[in-house]
């Protein structure tokens, strides 16, 4: 097999152009991205993505759940093909590059192998996955974790956003339900390439993560029941406050977290307080509790923790409360092959490197489960993610990609 020499690389400027084009739809309020999953913008999107990819000669593919599938043949029609992928959906205030990058690399690559008439024995296939923010619709990953048989499809169809409208149906309504069975394709192997979403390669001064394993992340949805009265004219003792029972638990939260530091984290990013009036004593607050840690058994503690204190606070309280696992996957040891791929890969570039747990969850880490799996990752300025300050710098966009690229090419087998 040829050698993959370190001044095989790609076209960053070219790169760097597509994440911006990108950047233009669904366009944030503060410089970053509003692109939910199956909006009209999430649509937009993708057929700017399918009209880049079809450009470079790649056949299309859409699967059941919109996972789109980009493929550029390989000398071997039998040879299972080597994926690269991500996503384009991003939070209601993401960035420019959350899952943005990883796809538009695995573009990037085709483009590449395209202008040096590269060929490999195993197609290469550039993935979008259909919401993998989980904000619109959790949980998150939602369409890899249909893929890799973690959920079912029907399921996934009737989950519900905030006004009532189910996946199934919007995916529909935006026209990207594809026929191929959810699932149906088979693997050699994935590779992902991500912002690392937080601060550690920057201060190490490092360009590439070596991405090595994933923390585990578990969702708890909790509902409290209160009951709405007058701010001003009920007397205090009087009061059935769902949010001041919220607060108090948001407290315990950090609380446990924290005993498990440095690794475990904790927090809820999504709260609603009904009805949510200046002048009403909240009677219902319903809250999402994000806990993670590379250990399954601190996870395991910190949710068997938050119900027992949780339940606590409420019952002195005199109020109700419920309980709902709504997200979570387990922590994530990557395929020792691909991250040695990935490893060789930025060795023989010269990119300095360090091995990484991701603290953020992302498709690969549902796909690890069904096929060799590995992730690049590249630093992000002050580790700042979904947020639209997020920002990268186009030289980390490249090393990336060039680092991917390798590692794909090493594992497709180029032929000449
Ligand atoms: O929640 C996550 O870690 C990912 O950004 N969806
Ligand atoms: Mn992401
Ligand atoms: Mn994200």
């Given at each position: 097999m040829p050698f993959i020499g370190e001044n095989l690389k790609v076209n960053g400027a070219r790169l760097w152009d597509s994440l911006m084009e990108m950047a233009k739809i669904g366009p944030g309020v503060a410089g970053?991205?509003?692109?939910?999953?199956?909006?009209?913008?999430?649509?937009?999107?993708?057929?700017?993505?399918?009209?880049?990819?079809?450009?470079?000669?790649?056949?299309?593919?859409?699967?059941?759940?919109?996972?789109?599938?980009?493929?550029?043949?390989?000398?071997?029609?039998?040879?299972?093909?080597?994926?690269?992928?991500?996503?384009l959906d991003t939070q209601p205030t993401g960035g420019k590059y959350d899952g943005v990058l990883g796809v538009l690399s695995g573009l990037e690559i085709i483009r590449t192998m395209n202008d040096l008439d590269i060929?490999?024995?195993?197609?290469?296939?550039?993935?979008?996955?259909?919401?993998?923010?989980?904000?619109?619709?959790?949980?998150?990953?939602?369409?890899?974790?249909?893929?890799?048989?973690?959920?079912?499809?029907?399921?996934?169809?009737?989950?519900?956003?905030?006004?009532?409208?189910t996946f199934g149906n919007e995916l529909k309504r935006i026209g990207w339900q594809g026929?191929?069975?959810?699932?149906?394709?088979?693997?050699?192997?994935?590779?992902?390439?991500?912002?690392?979403?937080?601060?550690?390669?920057?201060?190490?001064?490092?360009?590439?993560?070596?991405?090595?394993?994933?923390?585990?992340?578990?969702?708890?949805?909790?509902?409290?029941?209160?009951?709405?009265?007058?701010?001003?004219?009920?007397?205090?003792?009087?009061?059935?406050?769902?949010?001041?029972?919220?607060?108090?638990?948001?407290?315990?939260?950090?609380?446990?977290?924290?005993?498990?530091?440095?690794?475990?984290?904790?927090a809820a990013g999504h709260i609603d307080v009904f009805p949510n009036s200046r002048n009403v004593i909240p009677g219902k607050v319903i809250f999402t509790v994000d806990f993670r840690s590379p250990n399954l058994d601190v996870i395991t503690d910190m949710e068997a923790r938050l119900r027992i204190d949780a339940q606590k606070i409420v019952d002195t309280m005199g109020l109700k409360i419920e309980f709902e696992k709504v997200g979570g996957f387990d922590p994530v040891t990557f395929d020792e092959g691909c991250v040695s791929a990935v490893r060789k890969a930025a060795k023989s570039l010269g990119y300095s490197h360090m091995n990484l747990i991701s603290g953020a969850g992302h498709d690969a880490c549902w796909i690890n489960r069904i096929a060799p799996?590995?992730?690049?990752?590249?630093?992000?300025?002050?580790?700042?993610?979904?947020?639209?300050?997020?920002?990268?710098?186009?030289?980390?966009?490249?090393?990336?990609?060039?680092?991917?690229?390798?590692?794909?090419?090493?594992?497709?087998?180029?032929?000449s």
């Amino acid at each position: 097999m040829p050698f993959i020499g370190e001044n095989l690389k790609v076209n960053g400027a070219r790169l760097w152009d597509s994440l911006m084009e990108m950047a233009k739809i669904g366009p944030g309020v503060a410089g970053g991205n509003n692109r939910q999953t199956v909006t009209d913008e999430d649509s937009e999107g993708r057929h700017l993505f399918k009209h880049w990819c079809e450009a470079a000669g790649c056949t299309m593919g859409l699967d059941t759940m919109g996972n789109m599938f980009a493929t550029r043949a390989g000398t071997n029609p039998d040879a299972l093909p080597v994926y690269v992928g991500s996503h384009l959906d991003t939070q209601p205030t993401g960035g420019k590059y959350d899952g943005v990058l990883g796809v538009l690399s695995g573009l990037e690559i085709i483009r590449t192998m395209n202008d040096l008439d590269i060929k490999t024995k195993h197609p290469v296939v550039v993935t979008n996955w259909t919401n993998e923010e989980g904000t619109r619709y959790a949980p998150a990953m939602l369409s890899s974790g249909v893929f890799a048989g973690l959920h079912t499809q029907e399921w996934a169809y009737d989950r519900v956003d905030a006004d009532g409208k189910t996946f199934g149906n919007e995916l529909k309504r935006i026209g990207w339900q594809g026929s191929e069975v959810v699932g149906a394709r088979k693997m050699h192997a994935f590779f992902e390439l991500h912002i690392e979403q937080g601060p550690i390669l920057e201060a190490e001064g490092k360009d590439i993560g070596i991405v090595t394993h994933g923390q585990g992340l578990s969702w708890t949805q909790i509902t409290i029941t209160g009951s709405d009265a007058h701010t001003g004219s009920t007397p205090m003792p009087m009061r059935k406050n769902a949010g001041l029972a919220m607060a108090r638990i948001l407290d315990k939260v950090d609380e446990i977290a924290l005993s498990h530091a440095p690794h475990a984290v904790g927090a809820a990013g999504h709260i609603d307080v009904f009805p949510n009036s200046r002048n009403v004593i909240p009677g219902k607050v319903i809250f999402t509790v994000d806990f993670r840690s590379p250990n399954l058994d601190v996870i395991t503690d910190m949710e068997a923790r938050l119900r027992i204190d949780a339940q606590k606070i409420v019952d002195t309280m005199g109020l109700k409360i419920e309980f709902e696992k709504v997200g979570g996957f387990d922590p994530v040891t990557f395929d020792e092959g691909c991250v040695s791929a990935v490893r060789k890969a930025a060795k023989s570039l010269g990119y300095s490197h360090m091995n990484l747990i991701s603290g953020a969850g992302h498709d690969a880490c549902w796909i690890n489960r069904i096929a060799p799996t590995a992730m690049v990752m590249c630093p992000c300025v002050g580790g700042l993610s979904h947020n639209e300050a997020e920002e990268i710098s186009p030289e980390w966009a490249t090393a990336g990609t060039d680092v991917l690229m390798h590692a794909v090419l090493e594992t497709a087998q180029i032929v000449s």
